[in-house]
């Protein structure tokens, strides 16, 4: 199916999305989207260990299952810190970086 | 020739829902985009014959981590919230440093010449993940498995801790 595309391609692709994410979590202030930033990021991450994978080693399946358990850490990362921002969100009534500063030194 | 249109218009899809994921104001809307990205990306496994890992890629991401995503953005904000972007010094800053990160990984990518290796693929269907995933010979994933196994429940303990409202602590408090 990838006949002639070399893999340089799915690099660039995951290095746009990477510092997409990068870019992301550097302006916003909404905790959700920083978190969204990050999915991105891991995401791009997932691209280069399928692509390596297929194209560097493909008589065996690390990067394959490498990236399963990335994915499913991104799960679990992902429900921890839904369950932070909705308790930050009773406490302080915002999400919003810039108000929730309590533990700021 | 027709996987090059099916890969350039999934790798467009990818970069162009990205930049708008992370720039639209409407913190609903970039959610949606985030969604179309994933999907994309669903899309390039497929491409790439990892069947299962983007049948994975669609139900834990795309089904699961975002409808997680809208269920918290809609119990935090007003549907029609705009989101508030940083100011225009750090906003240029990160840019900035985004687009000097990105040439530089760009152009090590390209002057790289990386070694193709043509061996026998091995088989990736259902069948022999499953086989891999339990056993523990050389080619076995036993480990990882059984540690994000564990590593999942913990964090699904921790979640309903955290989320949680403290009637316990209040209702003792009273006695």
Do not use: W
């Not at chain 1, 280069?48 to 297929?54: D, E, G, I, K, M």
């Amino acid at each position: 199916m990838t006949g002639t595309i070399p893999l340089q391609y799915f690099l660039i692709i995951s290095t746009l999305m990477f510092f997409t994410g990068i870019y992301g979590f550097l302006t916003r202030k909404n905790l959700i989207t920083m978190l969204m930033s990050i999915e991105l990021i891991l995401n791009s991450v997932n691209i280069n260990f399928v692509a390596f994978n297929r194209y560097l080693y493909p008589d065996n399946l690390h990067g394959h299952f490498f990236s399963l358990i990335v994915i499913a850490v991104a799960a679990a990362e992902a429900a921890v810190a839904i369950a932070i921002i909705i308790n930050i969100y009773r406490n302080f009534r915002s999400i919003d970086v810039d108000k929730v500063d309590e533990m700021k030194f | 020739m027709n996987s090059e249109i099916l890969f350039f218009l999934l790798s467009g899809m990818i970069v162009i829902f990205s930049i708008l994921t992370v720039t639209s104001r409407r913190i609903l809307r970039a959610a949606v985009y985030l969604l179309f990205v994933l999907v994309s990306t669903a899309g390039l496994y497929f491409m790439l014959n990892y069947n299962f890992l983007a049948a994975v890629q669609l139900t834990v991401y795309a089904g699961g981590i975002i409808v997680l995503i809208i269920f918290s953005i809609l119990l935090t904000s007003h549907i029609s919230e705009r989101a508030q972007m940083a100011g225009k010094f750090q906003g240029l800053m990160s840019a900035l440093a985004v687009i000097a990160g990105a040439t530089l990984t760009l152009i090590t990518i390209l002057n790289f010449s990386f070694p193709g290796k043509s061996g026998i693929e091995s088989p990736s269907d259902v069948k022999a993940i499953g086989r891999a995933l339990v056993s523990y010979n050389e080619n076995g994933y036993a480990l990882p498995f059984e540690v994000v196994s564990i590593l999942l429940l913990a964090a699904m303990i921790g979640a309903i801790i955290v989320a949680r409202k403290e009637n316990l602590a209040v209702k003792n408090t009273k006695k």
